[in-house]
């Protein structure tokens, strides 16, 4: 008889959270951009916080600690927008961007000196065994997305603060998205081509056709990891 499953069970409300608060941040920009034309600000405002405070709502869950934790998670953006519906001011309403990245600056900086990167705690949820050599790279990696995360906060701030609204609106609403992607992307594509660690993906399969692992010492070093797991017990190496 199989060990119980020790793993949280997810809430059914959960996806729906996760769902609502990508709305939030995705369609933040388009709103406040037609609502500066069409609208009253404090009723988009209103509106704005009903949809994350029914994003809040539908997270909820667990522990008296979890329920703090994802408080203070969600308070500052909050209180964002509370106090600019009061002062009806559409400035503080732009800068929630700003917010985001510094709140995300502060954890993957934090994570750098409490440990592990965060990375390699997003690594970790993909590979089951990650292998130790690429700790490293994970710390390099994080740093990078911290520089990403300021340089964004730098320019979210100053086009809120100087620019005309249709330029925070196009930053915000796709640029941004566009930068995170190409980051992203290049990443990956550099991280597949330096280890040459390969999984049984498609596009593991496609990087291996294209940079077979036996071409470098790394990816030799990556052959010699999946041989050693694979005649492991379990699969796992200790």
């Not at 667990?62 to 009806?88: C, E, K, P, T, Y």
């Not at 915000?172 to 594509?189: H, I, N, R």
């Not at 940079?211 to 052959?223: C, D, V």
Request: charged share 15%; glycine share 8%; proline share 6%.
């Amino acid at each position: 008889m199989g060990a119980p499953d020790a793993r949280p069970q997810l809430s059914p409300w959960q996806p729906v959270a996760a769902i609502l608060q990508g709305a939030f941040y995705l369609a933040y920009p388009f709103v406040i951009y037609f609502a500066h034309t069409r609208w009253a600000m404090r009723g988009v405002g209103g509106a704005l916080l009903g949809l994350y405070a029914a994003s809040f709502l539908l997270q909820m869950r667990g522990s008296a600690m979890d329920f703090w934790h994802l408080l203070r998670q969600h308070a500052a953006v909050a209180v964002l927008i509370v106090v600019a519906i009061i002062l009806n001011n559409r400035t503080l309403l732009l800068l929630l961007p700003m917010l985001v990245s510094l709140y995300l600056l502060g954890t993957f900086s934090w994570s750098l000196h409490r440990g592990p990167p965060m990375i390699e705690r997003f690594a970790r949820m993909l590979e089951d065994d990650l292998p130790p050599f690429t700790f490293p790279y994970c710390r390099r990696v994080t740093w990078i997305w911290c520089g990403f995360m300021a340089f964004n906060a730098v320019i979210v701030g100053a086009l809120a603060l100087t620019a005309p609204l249709r330029w925070w609106a196009l930053y915000t609403g796709l640029v941004f998205y566009l930068l995170m992607g190409l980051l992203v992307g290049a990443e990956f594509c550099f991280r597949k081509w330096w280890f040459r660690y390969y999984r049984n993906g498609s596009a593991d399969r496609l990087f291996a056709r294209l940079f077979p692992a036996e071409a470098t010492a790394n990816g030799r070093r990556s052959l010699v990891y999946v041989e050693q797991r694979e005649a492991s017990p379990g699969g796992t190496i200790r």
